[in-house]
Nanobody, 122 residues
Framework: QVQLVESGGGLVQAGGSLRLSCEASGSIFRINVMGWYRQAPGKQRELVAV???????SYIDSVKGRFTISRDNAKNTWFLQMNSLKPEDTAVYYC????????????????WGQGTQVTVSS
């Protein structure tokens, strides 16, 4: 069993900052990819930021220079630091992992967190 638990969402004024955390627990062999998605009301879920096991990162254009994805490998935890927040960043944010479990080390499986609301007021 693998579980992803998020924390850190909330309400913030435009220009403010929030830091999201995602902790993965359970029978994890290796996390290959860790990322953050978001879904605003009436819109499709979109990939916001992603980090590979090698440390390379990628961001959607709208958050470049404002958001930073980072990780603590020892704790199977990753973060999304969000600065200079804008009302259009309002969404439910989900963490995501592509990982291999101890029971199926040869297969990469996809896991999701439960989502955390981020609301940016103007």
């Amino acid at each position: 069993q693998v579980q992803l638990v998020e924390s850190g969402g909330g309400l913030v004024q435009a220009g403010g900052s929030l830091r999201l955390s995602c902790e993965a627990s359970g029978s994890i062999f290796r996390i290959n990819v860790m990322g953050w998605y978001r879904q605003a009301p009436g819109k499709q879920r979109e990939l916001v930021a992603v980090m590979s096991s090698g440390g390379s990162t990628s961001y959607i254009d709208s958050v470049k220079g404002r958001f930073t994805i980072s990780r603590d490998n020892a704790k199977n935890t990753w973060f999304l630091q969000m600065n200079s927040l804008k009302p259009e960043d309002t969404a439910v944010y989900y963490c995501n992992a592509g990982l291999r479990t101890l029971q199926a080390m040869g297969v990469q499986q996809n896991y999701w967190g439960q989502g955390t609301q981020v609301t940016v007021s103007s």
